[in-house]
């Protein structure tokens, strides 16, 4: 996959934990978390392809 490719992939999941952490619902909440932080990994990703290439 490429760079731009997992920024939005990580955008979209870092968009959506936000939303489901806004719900009165524990369990939601901590699934908003980990979406969340699945997301800012994603980015991450995307910006180490971004400077090293698709060969990590």
């Given at each position: ?24 619902d ?31």
């Open positions: 996959m490429g760079e731009l490719t997992e920024k939005i992939k990580g955008n979209t999941n870092e968009a959506i934990g936000n939303v489901k952490q806004q719900s009165g524990p369990e939601t909440r901590a699934e908003g978390r980990q979406q969340e932080q699945k997301g800012e990994a994603q980015q991450f990703k995307g910006e180490i392809e971004g400077k090293f290439g698709n060969d990590i």
